[in-house]
């Protein structure tokens, strides 16, 4: 008998206090509902596909890592997901310290891979001879600071005060003042978003062959029904080198025509091609198309056409 | 009440013994009907459309003189016309005279503009100093010759020694042994002819603006569904210097999904698509698509669409 | 001994009158020169070819009838012409009939062909039922009504009554009042005109082979380099069916450096590249482009690519 | 006074038994030199703009994660870098433990965040519930093992054993065994390495503008010259979300005339190209190119315009 409160649980990226916890805070239906800490993106998703929880909160995007390879690469091969939302966490970091640290003293930075390259450029000038320790989690780094580890200080979010008792030695340590990371609330497929006018539709498409040409034949599916790419990103398929799948967000829904009918110009040309979702954008900006690609234009085409083809004069 | 007898009429461009009755020689459905000898295309058109006649076999294309202006240009504002079938005819002429002429007294020759064009090379060798008069038809021009006309000589066709009492002074003087005219059977809108595998499709295409991305994005609505275009020729819309239209032959038929496919793009695309009909290749040559473009490939496409739209795993 | 006079003649197709005449009067190197009238463009182009005369003028486009056929293929066929200035002449026609006719009376409509395709529709409206004798110019029709021709009236330009006992019937008889016909000048190639900022360049382009995807490729050449093509005009090479060239007239001189890279590529691209010439616009508009394809852009380009070759850091 | 000694040292993310450590076994000219052992990719560079080494082994590219982050930013920010060879060295993990620990024992495996994901299929199989830490080097995670690092278990390479007295608890764990990582060998800009005909180029090019249309037009600058693309790795700028630079490898040396001219497309179009250098492919295949493309055609071209410019007959 399945568990009625499973369909009340959301997954995320722990412990309390990550970025991730940040964006599911942003979630409405997510709100006095369960949530559940979990310990990688391929955790969270298989929540969602064997029912334990109902959506996943997961980084999907930065503006200084780019696409983050681990859930692009899990969207990728776990069938039947479905995003439907979108949330923007600002970047933002401070350098911690067990109490009694003084910046000075500091040699040994523990900090996650993607916290790390966001404030290399800080840590470079200010501790040009500093070491790097990578973390599972920016807050578990600074937990650890206290539990022995070898180094003398950490990068963790704001929030890391009201948590773990470290020492704050410089707030705002971000390179990039603008970053912000992008979280995708994720779900069974199943119903899909209404359509707002501000949606975007991401998808991941490989490519027939090795060409280059393929990769323009791809973008032309795009351009020629007048769809919007935001985001275009390769990632290795892993089977060789040199063999990419493109992770894609494009603007609109796929229930508006122009977005329809670029999805079968796709699904004809490319040997795999996977729906991630339509859903409305984060910043609510309306997607804007000249008319010659509205909705209209798509219908008024296929009545001619039909016309043609039962034999009446134009 | 209509004449039944219309049915069993057809106008072609007279009179006997020009290439349009020897290509209406070859339309086996106009055998042992009515034929009509018209002036020019645009009566041999009006013909059809008030109803005098049920199909017009005209000039389309000759490889010396390409599209026949007058045709393509009598095809796009004549609406609800058809081209149902097509039909080659191998350019073949003959310099005639009145009896007792000889070729070194040649001075003036009549020929029609096009006839003279595919023979000039052959003139400008043998009577470099030879003027020309333009003739109505290659007929006329020999009939001309006994009725007091000022030219000296005659193109003609080589069946004119059997309708007009002139002399042959050369034969197979075309400059391009290989020279066909390809005419077309028109009738009014109506059922398609069959989808019989060796199709062309033809259409007459305004491009929205002016700029050269204009003609290229028209020729990417053919690549982007692998149909290929067999003829493509350019003529002026004749509101402005620079204004064109494009007459384009595509192989298929447009029950071929790719051949719909592309005429939903370019009726997006363009103000104005005149569709002048699918029907069988003169040389009922099977055209050759490979396998991503197979009709499958485009009902796959729209069933996943589909599968998509009503929320459906995938 | 060249003949010193053979420097001051111009060739023309004659008789003085027709368009061709008073196109010639519009150029002013020409004017108290030798004016020679010919029969026929190829006559006028050989003029210059043999040194007869230093320049031709021929019309190349009009705006009803597209690339003048004979015009083209002459250009393509006869080596190292070019085009050194280009002259608009506005079409405007008159019918005439001998003294005494009333157009009423009319039946039989002599004319040039080109002339009876501008004004076919006012005649289709005014004399539905005439019948077409194609006439060698314009001026000719005029005269042969008075010769005894079987044509009841003929289409001429409005000077006809100043050469020619001839009634007017009928005044600007034209379908489109907007209608001019392009004339250019052409020489031998030599120094090429000098670079105004208001110019076109004249290429004649054949396709390497025969798929669609060759015109596209052909089209990138211009528009990667953001050249703009305000002509394009497909003609039969003639030695089989489906088998074009191109006659282009682009923006810009060759002088600039985004066309000498267009005619680089073109010239790696096609079999056959003929450069029919650069020269000022008939318009004198000044041709614009976006900074990006500005000379110094194709010089810092070549200026780094230099330092690359040659080792240095950028 | 500079050191000369500094002419033979080389620089790699150490310690001994790294991947780059086996890449850098693979460059001829490195063996017998010094070896420097440095803590990050942009140490390895630093240490070459300053001239304390030569040359710098760096990587590159693996067949999972894709372009290596780091690396490819630090290429595009640090100037006057030039890549002088590439090195593939196969991926290949054990799981080794403190003596005594059995696989069923393992619950938190330390390891580098590259070769985690190298491993994740295995690791997810066969010990499903284990938790990651993420460790700074490969064999690093197998130091501290013995220095009471909370991991059970960790990734390292198969040499580990010859360095650390750890045990092997499983081996060849990597879920492709086909894995390679690609190395590359960096020094200071200066003469290129010779032309070899099995030749790679590498760039790093950022758009002008946000639109598909732009990544269309880069890779048309490709195809147009037919030159190959055999990598395309998007990297997030880093100023805003949604905008790329792009690294590119190419089939060529810059010496090629056709790669030459792309590049000088490229530099017209982009406001950034940062070329990294030509250098001989890692497998020695010899760059195959349709005679349309040879060094000829491009210069043929060349001698026609020159030609063309001065006035000269075709």
Redesign the interface.
Known sequence: MPDPASTERYSYLGPAGTFTWAALTRVPEAQGKEWVSV??V?EALHDVVSGRSVGAVIAI??????GV??TQ?ALASI??LRITGEYLVPVDFVLVARPGTALADVRVVSA??VAY?QC?GWL?RTIPAH??????SNVAAAHDLLDGAIADAAIAPPTIREQVDVEVLAEHIV??P???T?FVLVG?????PERTGADKTSLIVEL?H????A???M??????RGV?????????I?????R?RFVIDIDGH??DERV?DA???L???SPKV??LGSYPRADRQAVEVTS??DDD??I???D??RG??S????
């Open positions: 310990n990688n391929g995007e930065n503006s200084v890592e780019g390879s681990a690469d069938p039947d996650h891979p390259a290399r470079e070491a790097h320790v990578p973390a599972s390179d990039n603008h970053a912000v992008r069974r497929a199943g119903r899909l027939p090795e060409e280059p040409g990769l323009l034949e973008l032309e599916q795009f351009a020629t919007n790419m935001n985001r275009l990103h390769s990632r290795p892993g089977d060789a080198l040199g990419y796929v229930q329809a999805l079968l110009g699904k004809r040309f996977i729906f010659r690609y234009v798509f008024d085409a296929r001619w056409l043609l083809l034999g009446e004069p134009e």
